[in-house]
Structure formats: C-alpha cells, structure tokens
C-alpha cells in the first residue's frame, strides 16, 4: 500500500461541498472561492512526545490537530472551510488510522470542514500537521493588533480546565469534566465568526492566558492590566487545585483554545450559552499587569515555549 | 526563543505583495483572492532518512520542499501563489535554519511566491511540510482524469537525471549535471500554466514515468502505450550509465519533477526553451504497455512506494 492509497482508505469521506471542485487523489486539490471574501489560512502542527503524550489515544490526536487549527480560524473571526493533512507516521496501522480519521472527522464535520488533501509519510516520530483554509468578509478579519486604549479585555469560557485535566492524567487521577477539557477541546468556531466588527483585537489562548493576552497587547501597541478575581474558573477546577494552582493554570496552563479579544463592552455579540467574561482593560504603555483587590500582583509568565 | 520568534527571524521577509493582507505573525494569513479564480492546494512533506539522507545541505532540503510542491501546482496548470511551512527540527541551530530558509527562498523567490505562515516545532526527526497555493482561472485545472483515447503522451525535459545523480551521490561519485538535477530540481511552472485549454492530463513525475503515467491513465479509464526509444535521455546520463541503467533511471528512478501529460498533437502550447517529447499514445483498455522497435517489452514498475 502506497501513501496515496492509504489516504484514500482511510480520509476520503463522501462530500457534497459545492466549494470543493476537487479533492483528494489529484496533484492538488481544486477550490472555489466565493466573491469578496478574503481566504485566512493557519497551520498547526502536533509532535508526538511534545505535544502529545505517547499514549494519547489516536481518536484525541486527531481530533486535536484540528480543534487547535479551528481555534485559530476563530480568532480571526472567519469561517473554516477546507483541511489538509500532512501525516508522518512509524508504520501503518489500520486501527491506528481509522481511529485517528474518527478523531479528525469529528473535529471537522461539526463546523463543516472537509479534508480536501494531504501527504503521509513514514518517519521516526508521528507528526501531524493540519492546516486550514477559512474564509471572511474581505477587509473583515480580526488581528491581534487593533485593541485601543480604554477597550475592555474579555475571555471565553473557563480558563485552566485543560492544564488541569493534562496534569491530572499524568498523575494518574482523573476528573471528568477537566479531563473531558483536555481530550477534546472546542474551539469557539461560531462565537468567533460573530465578533467581525465588535473586536478589535483577537487571540485564542493555546500558550496561556498571559501569554497570549501579552502578544495581543504588544502586537497591538497598547498596555493592559487583569483583575485576577475575575477570571473565570470552573467548579471543577475550583474543587479539585488550591487557589495558587487555579490561578497558575488559569494564567499559565495553556491549551485551553478559549478566545480572548478586546472590544467596546457596549457592542458585544450575543454569544448564545457560551460564556463571556471581562477580564480587564485596555491602557496605554506596554506589558500585562496583574492586580488582586486592586493591587498589583507580582505574576511571572511560564506559558509554555518551545526552543527555550 | 520559542517558535514564533524562530519563525520570524529566519522566514520573514519583505514582501510587497498585494495579495496578502497579513502574512507571518497573527493567528493566520490573510490573503485576497483574485475573482474567479479557482484556488489550487498541494502540500507534500519531506522526512529525514527517507525522502532525504541525513547529511543533505539543508539549503537543498529547503530548495527541494518547495520545488516538489511547484511541480504538483504545474501539473494542475495552476500559478503558485502563497506557501505555509511546518517544519519539525530536533534542535533550532541558526546556522542550519538560515542555510534551510536561504534554499526556501530561492526556490520560492523565482516563481513569485510568498511565505505567508508556518509552524516550528521540536521532535525527534527532521519533517519539513510544505503547502503551497496557487490559483487558475475558473474551471480550467488540468486533472489526471482527462486523457482521451487517441491523445499524444508528452513529457518535460529529460527523465532518469535526478535518480542518477542521486545514485552517484550514494556512491560517493559525481556528475556535475546528473547532480544537479538531483539537488536543484527545476519544477516546470511557467509551462504548466501555459497547459490549460492544451493538455488533457496532467500530471508530475515525482515517483517515476512509468508509475506516474500509470496513474494518470487508471483515473482517466484508458489505456496507453509508450515507444521506449524515444524517451528523452540526456546525453550527462548516456555517457554515465549502461543502456538497461538509463532505461530503469528513466522509467523508475523519480524526482524527476518533470510534467507527463496528454494533448491534440496539434494542439501544443509554445515551450521555449524546454524540450517536450512525445513518448506514445493514449488508447482504449487499461494500463500501460511498453514498446521497443514496435514490439511489446516486459517492464516491471518498481517506482518508489512508501509503506510498501
């Protein structure tokens, strides 16, 4: 079995997408965009032992690869449309396979997403790269670099739920809500394709809170400060971690694909069930502040870095 | 340094192209479309130990991760406009990475395209994926899957070059063209896009000629017969290798990265420089017979496969 039939076998699903002219088994793929809209594309790429633990189920590895990808497309408030995948794999395994397509598919079909093309290779390490193609009013994507001073600092969501669930595991305990958190992450796919025109500055939260507020803000030019009280912590978390380790995962955990963005708190979009919480401010200067009863509080930034 | 720092250091470059909105540095790209125009996605991976030995100049692996994705956008007629790099290394060494972006870069550069985005990240192999998208005008890909019985088989350029080079580099001799080949492929883009409206079926020789057209008739349900005498030889491969080599070089050997497709005789585009050979002719039935002066010859595909 050559790489192209394993693709074949186990990613061609039965499409009826009017966007796809065609799809996988030619040199490329063939798209049709529509009129005035301009094309975001994101890649995102997951390396076993770093990214994921060995023993992470095939099903959670590919549905991963594309919830962190949707993720992205969210925070530039567009539409995902078309996937591809680059897969690099020890050998092929059949159950390996169909468990992981399982996993993908269920990332992709939930926001209509089809898999259009891709390369599998064999390696020393599997490593899988999704990249998406969304697309977006032309003119209309959210960057990370509008927030102005006086805007008000949001997030989705819980912060901190997938850094528990992850530390949990490795510990050997389980809970079920932070570890369903972890497994499967849901990116803010349809929240994110309503704030065009009410953010004015958006990043989803892989990295951490912090982190990822503080590119937000420096790309944007502008300062910040969060009140700490205000972040929003699940049950789950508050029962299960003290109050430090709340506030470090919630600050710092990472991989928690909220959305945290900037806008005037007068204009938000309904955002349905899903919660919405102000954080913070918007100020002139540089750099993230952290306050606790309005002091400032001395918050040391270990989001996770590859390279360091 | 994590790696979106490592990113920008070494893949951004200057770039004043009018289609891209937002390049390397937000959550995604943001790139304007022209109106109709169909977009045209291929991405294809190259893994240490397999599609490269270990110690290949990572100038040539960058030049060669780009150069196999302009052939595929070639065979499909298409115009390579924006490219997204991931690309997993065991170590981020500054030497290695400015050596990997120059090669990037001057197999991008020459075709106009652009880097819009990418992914870094550390594992245990060397993985570089490279997707590249281009665009045609509307309707007019160049699929596989439209040969017609009667249509002339062309080919690009000469064929067996790259694999013999790459032969020679194994066994520690070589030749100065048959390596250049093999380590500077030449996608045929400018030719390609002149294809539309000519070519019936298109498709690039990446595995070899004679896998590659095999692939080519199966998806256009015909068969097809090519007249071994004329299949264009250079003269560094003549004078290097046995006439049984040349002819395994030239039907197996792959990474040619030249373009095999059908047309109307009659019906050629201009090719400038670049020689276009007529090798045989598509006919009705299925699969691929190999002729030597007008008599059938028992030739065994033995194209390289993955997970074979």
Redesign the interface.
């Known amino acids: 079995?050559?790489?192209?039939e394993?693709i074949r076998r186990y990613f061609v699903r039965d499409s009826d997408a009017r966007d796809v002219?065609?799809g996988i088994?030619?040199?490329?793929?063939?798209?049709?965009?529509d009129?005035d809209?301009?094309?975001?594309?994101?890649?995102?790429?997951?390396?076993?032992?770093?990214?994921f633990a060995a023993d992470m189920s095939p099903f959670d590895i590919g549905y991963r690869a594309v919830a962190v990808n949707l993720s992205?497309?969210a925070?530039?408030g567009?539409r995902p449309r078309?996937m591809?995948?680059?897969l690099?794999l020890r050998?092929?395994r059949a159950d390996w396979l169909e468990d992981f397509a399982a996993g993908l598919d269920s990332a992709a079909a939930a926001h209509g997403v089809t898999l259009?093309?891709?390369?599998?290779?064999?390696?020393?390490?599997i490593?899988v790269?999704v990249?998406i193609?969304?697309d977006?009013a032309?003119?209309s994507?959210i960057?990370?670099?509008g927030a102005r001073v006086g805007d008000t600092i949001f997030v989705t969501g819980t912060v901190g739920d997938s850094a528990a669930g992850r530390e949990l595991l490795a510990a050997g305990r389980e809970q079920e809500f932070l570890t369903r958190r972890f497994r499967h992450p849901i990116a803010r796919v349809e929240f994110g394709g309503k704030l065009g025109g009410a953010a004015t500055a958006?990043?989803?939260v892989s990295?951490g809170l912090y982190t990822d507020l503080e590119?937000l803000l420096s790309?944007s030019g502008v300062g910040g400060v969060i009140d700490l009280e205000c972040l929003p912590i699940s049950a789950a978390l508050r029962s299960t971690f003290d109050r430090e380790a709340q506030r470090r995962l919630a600050l710092s955990g990472g991989d928690d694909y909220e959305l945290c963005f900037t806008a005037d708190a007068a204009n938000l979009p309904d955002s349905g069930e899903l919660m919405v919480t102000a954080i913070g401010k918007v100020r002139p200067g540089a750099g993230l502040e952290c306050r606790e009863a309005g002091k400032t509080v001395d918050y040391t930034d270990s989001g996770y870095?590859?390279?360091?």
Do not use: Y
């Open positions: 079995v050559d790489e192209f394993l002219c065609v088994g030619d040199d490329g793929a063939v798209l049709r965009p009129p809209r301009d094309l975001v594309t994101v890649v995102d790429t997951l390396v076993e032992n770093v990214h992205d497309i925070a530039m567009a078309w591809t995948l680059a690099t050998e092929a259009v093309g891709g390369d599998t290779t064999r390696g020393e390490c490593v790269s990249q193609t969304g977006v032309a003119g994507a960057l990370r670099s958006a990043i989803d990295d590119k790309a870095r590859h390279f360091k």
